[in-house]
């Protein structure tokens, strides 16, 4: 029973005890145990008001919790591609870099000996590939035996090969081979962030040696940043593409518009599947990892409902007070669904669907029905 329910009640039964002892008493009487009826005094001191059901374009919501990410696109682990010494690197937690911006200088004897390896091999190619096309001269000529040029063949696609592999490794640590063979051969190597972002992660300090498996820094881009929202099974029928998702961040007091933008294909092992949103408004403050609270607005279909202050719960039940005569009410159980805007979804007999019933003070009905009761 609530508050006002109580000070009516408490205020009906004063004014009643009040009342001259050679004056007739306007009492509230129950007919059985579900029905109550009010004297015209006691209808305005309860201010009860009436109203009929009446149907309603209600949405329906499911709730759910989640927590801001990125897609993987926007978010990168930086590695060595070939083991090294940390030379120099400015880079700390936090900071924003740009896309192409060096964050760290490596060096090691390997990287010197690569580019030797392939300025030998590359002049090599040069002289076996005017070898090759010598011994094909020959043979046309039947000069040279066909041996001999299968063998300078064999000599000048190995070296080929050898040329071709050493210059990718060169481009996997940033090394342009077209330089290096018009320039000189570099000590040290750079390694550029990727993307635009925050530098989540930094796993490294001056002189510290890396492999390839290591991991450097972690760099993410928070300008796409998307609501990885958990949904159960249960719900998984009501869900659509397209649906609008109402966000709030564990941080904020203030809801954040969303859309449904995929849904997953697999329920894991908590019974629940992952529903990706998209934020309406981006915003480059906020940053992955952050918890939320989601309602997932389901599909709108019409509903017979009345304000919510016309149900009364008691006992675990749902009751509402259909206006029987004037000033009689009877207390008829009902199935109650959705909510949404102070009005409640009921589920009613067909008979008493264009009744009158009780929308303001049903609480007071019900504490006189049952003290008199007792």
Do not use: W
């Amino acid at each position: 029973m609530n508050l006002i329910a109580k000070l009516s009640l408490c205020l009906f039964i004063a004014l009643v005890g009040c009342s001259s002892s050679d004056k007739p008493t306007a009492d509230a009487t129950t007919h059985e145990s579900n029905e109550v009826t009010l004297s015209a005094e006691q209808f305005k001191l309860l201010d009860i008001k009436l109203g009929t059901p009446e149907k309603k374009i209600m949405s329906g919501v499911i709730n759910a919790n989640g927590m801001l990410d990125v897609p993987p696109q926007n978010m990168v682990t930086i590695s060595a591609p070939l083991g090294g010494f940390v030379k120099s690197t400015d880079i700390l937690q936090g900071m924003r870099v740009k896309k192409g911006q060096t964050i760290v200088v490596m060096e090691h004897p390997d990287y010197i000996q690569l580019q030797e390896d392939y300025l030998l091999n590359k002049n090599q190619l040069e002289f076996l590939a005017l070898e090759y096309k010598r011994q094909e001269e020959l043979v046309k000529e039947n000069v040279s035996a066909a041996k001999s040029l299968q063998l300078a063949k064999s000599n000048y696609l190995s070296t080929k090969a050898k040329v071709q592999g050493m210059s990718a490794k060169l481009k996997l640590i940033g090394i342009n081979p077209t330089e290096l063979e018009a320039g000189e051969i570099k000590n040290t190597i750079t390694i550029a962030s990727p993307i635009s972002g925050f530098v989540t992660q930094v796993n490294v300090n001056m002189g510290m040696h890396v492999s390839p498996t290591d991991i450097l820094f972690k760099i993410v881009d928070t300008e796409h940043l998307h609501a990885e929202a958990m949904v159960f099974e249960k719900d998984l029928p009501n869900l659509k593409i397209g649906q609008r998702v109402r966000v709030m961040l564990s941080n904020e007091n203030t809801e954040r518009m969303a859309t449904v933008f995929l849904v997953g294909k697999e329920i894991s092992t908590d019974r629940t599947v992952r529903v990706h949103c998209h934020l309406e408004k981006e915003d480059q403050s906020l940053i992955p990892g952050l918890y939320f609270k989601a309602l997932i607005e389901t599909e709108a279909s019409e509903h017979l409902v009345l304000p919510s202050t016309a149900v009364v719960a008691y006992n675990n039940q749902h009751f509402v007070f259909v206006e029987k005569d004037s000033l009689h009410y009877q207390m008829v159980q009902v199935q109650v669904g959705k909510s949404q805007n102070d009005f409640t979804e009921v589920i009613l007999p067909a008979e008493l669907a264009q009744s009158k019933m009780v929308i303001n003070g049903t609480y007071s009905l019900l504490s006189i029905l049952k003290n008199t009761e007792e």
